[in-house]
């Protein structure tokens, strides 16, 4: 019930290209969505976030899909960059206290 | 500084040692995880300290493996008898109960147990 599903494990995309990571969860009680990038050597760092009372939220060439009743989330990089391969991790907390869980992370590869 | 604050950055420690990692939380954060990972894999939950709530222990690996935080505040990380297979980053990360519950992520130690 805790857990959150992520795939691919890793990617591989052309520069100009769209990249899709997915995550899945199973407890209803999560209601705040985060994404995570982290580059070598540095810890993550929050990228984009969505709220589940909204389907969709844009931040530049990052976009979050959310589908509520599947308990699905995705994020698509817009116009992928070689500066854009990094380490993503979704995540699924609840503000009532429970403690942030972590997908198992995606490594995309951007080539040039 | 303004951000999380692990320390030290990097240790090297023989087998059978035992070791301390710090956390400097962002002041006024309630909440406190320690994570690990092991080279190119995902973060594995350690340990989460809210605000004066009991801890929630459930991801430490070993009896090894133990976590304080004293006065809501800094994090110490002690790992007992120090085995290869320990060797990971570990990070720590606070935030806000509230608001954004955006966690801010230290740079991580990098524990080398030789």
């Known amino acids: 019930q805790q857990q959150v599903k992520q795939s691919p494990q890793s990617l591989i995309v052309q520069k100009g290209g769209i990249s899709i990571i997915n995550c899945a969860y199973e407890?209803?009680?999560?209601?705040?969505f985060p994404w995570y990038q982290q580059f070598p050597g540095k810890g993550p760092a929050l990228l984009i976030a969505?709220?589940?009372?909204?389907s969709e939220k844009k931040e530049g060439r990052f976009t979050i899909s959310f589908n509520k009743s599947a308990k699905q989330f995705s994020l698509h990089i817009m116009d992928s960059q070689p500066g854009d391969s990094a380490t993503y991790f979704c995540a699924a907390h609840n503000t009532g206290g429970f403690k942030t869980i972590f997908g198992a992370g995606t490594r995309l590869f951007v080539k040039a | 500084g303004a951000g999380v604050s692990q320390s030290p950055s990097n240790k090297v420690t023989e087998k059978g040692k035992d070791v301390e990692l710090r956390c400097d939380p962002i002041?006024?954060?309630?909440?406190l995880y320690w994570y690990r990972q092991s080279l190119g894999q995902g973060l594995e939950f350690l340990i989460y300290f809210q605000g004066n709530s009991a801890p929630d222990k459930s991801g430490l690996p070993s009896d090894r493996f133990s976590a304080e935080r004293t006065g809501g505040s800094v994090s110490t990380l002690t790992i007992q008898r120090t085995q290869q297979e320990d060797s990971a980053v570990y990070l720590c990360?606070?935030?806000?109960?509230?608001?954004?519950?955006?966690?801010?992520f230290g740079q991580g130690t990098r524990l080398t147990v030789v």
């Open positions: 990360a606070s935030s806000l109960r509230q608001a954004s519950n955006e966690a801010f």
């Open positions: 969505i709220r589940p009372d909204v």
């Open positions: 407890n209803t009680a999560f209601d705040y």
């Open positions: 002041s006024g954060h309630t909440a």
